[in-house]
Antibody, heavy 124, light 110 residues
């Protein structure tokens, strides 16, 4: 079964750090772009970061630049998001999402498999 | 990185067609043919419905179609069914190698 399972969320004080993980199974992880997308309670989706198949290209939403780091370990079929200097506005459900591949093309801009999300709470 | 603009709500009766708009700028929707649409039911993860403006992943009913004109993309749901009631989000590749989502539209089937 193709699936993504996030972990590592929790409650942290402002200024604290968390490392999210996403375990992939059932597909060739190294063949896909990967994204992190978050959703604050009762709010819409917000793209956070993406990483290329070999890790050579990464991009972040402006609010995450300098604070978050996306990485992957293809040997372990795992995606990570290191989050430092957390703020109240980072509180959200964080989804790991697989970039869609079709017809020999792989897209960073469309995600076809999503995990169930891991909740990050930032509060003093 | 401003969010794309979607109407907060849309509605239609079973069997009708409903269209949701997604307005951006020439730096995102208008500049690239990389618009996607997602359906999200309450408490569930998003589901990819449309990619590259108008293409459907396998398994997505052909009642769902996408298009784009200038800086505005659209998702049309034809033959509306009760299970189409959900939140819908557009997204686009954007300048400076970013991605951006719309604010979401709550679709109600009357």
């Amino acid at each position: 079964e193709v699936q993504l399972v996030e972990s590592g969320g929790g409650s942290v004080q402002p200024g604290g750090s968390l490392r999210l993980s996403c375990a992939a199974s059932g597909f060739s992880f190294s063949s896909h772009w990967m994204n992190w997308v978050r959703q604050a309670p009762g709010k819409g989706l917000e793209w956070v970061a993406y990483i290329k198949q070999d890790g050579s290209e990464k991009s972040y939403v402006d609010s995450a630049k300098g604070r978050f780091t996306i990485s992957r370990d293809n040997a372990k079929n795992s995606l990570y998001l290191q989050m430092d200097s957390l703020r109240a506005e980072d509180m959200a459900l964080y989804y790991c999402a697989r970039g869609y591949c079709s017809g020999g093309r792989c897209y960073r801009s469309a995600s076809d498999i999503w995990g169930q999300g891991t909740m990050v709470t930032v509060s003093s | 990185q401003s969010a794309l603009t979607q109407p907060p709500s849309a509605s239609g009766s079973p069997g009708q067609s409903v269209t949701i708009s997604c307005t951006g700028t020439s730096s995102d929707v208008g500049g690239y043919n990389y618009v996607s649409w997602y359906q999200q039911h309450p408490g569930k993860a998003p589901k990819l419905m449309i990619y590259e403006v108008s293409k459907r992943p396998s398994g997505v009913p052909d009642r769902f179609s996408g298009s784009k004109s200038g800086n505005t993309a659209s998702l049309t749901v034809s033959g509306l069914q009760a299970e189409d009631e959900a939140d819908y989000y557009c997204s686009s590749y954007a300048a400076s190698n970013n991605l951006v989502f719309g604010g979401g539209t709550k679709m109600t089937v009357l």
